[in-house]
């Protein structure tokens, strides 16, 4: 059998590339960005190595601030009402897109080497995949 190197690693780039041009690929690597600036900014900074289930939870309150999806108080007259009002009530992100982020910081851990699962015990593995975010997308 015979191959040409080059052959070879010309498709191996084309297959890369083709991966890295998703949308889905481009949201999680816009995210990684986002996630890893956010790290960096704690005090004690912290990196995608060292991040812990409450750091991703801040992290998800600091992009609930950029929902669209308007969440009335208790008190308020329009509850239970759709659309958007001026009664002061903040904009929230959805459930489903909070879901969909955490899925992805799932797969940016995953992919960084820190695995599928949150161990408590131990305090190792998936920051994102732990109880408290899941606690967090039911809230």
Request: aromatic share 6%; glycine share 8%.
């Amino acid at each position: 059998m015979s191959f040409r190197e080059e052959e070879l690693n010309d498709r191996i780039l084309e297959l890369d590339s083709l991966l890295q041009s998703t949308k889905y690929s481009k949201q999680k690597l816009v995210l990684q960005k986002s996630i890893v600036s956010f790290l960096s900014d704690l005090n004690p900074q912290k990196s995608l190595n060292d991040a812990l289930p409450s750091d991703i939870r801040k992290f998800l309150v600091y992009k609930d601030d950029s929902g669209k999806t308007q969440i009335h108080k208790a008190q308020c007259k329009n509850r239970g009402v759709k659309g958007k009002f001026q009664c002061g009530c903040p904009l929230r992100l959805s459930a489903g897109s909070v879901d969909s982020l955490i899925g992805q910081l799932r797969a940016i851990f995953r992919d960084h080497g820190r695995g599928t699962d949150w161990n408590d015990m131990l305090g190792l593995g998936n920051p994102a995949a732990s109880s408290i975010i899941k606690k967090y997308l039911s809230a």
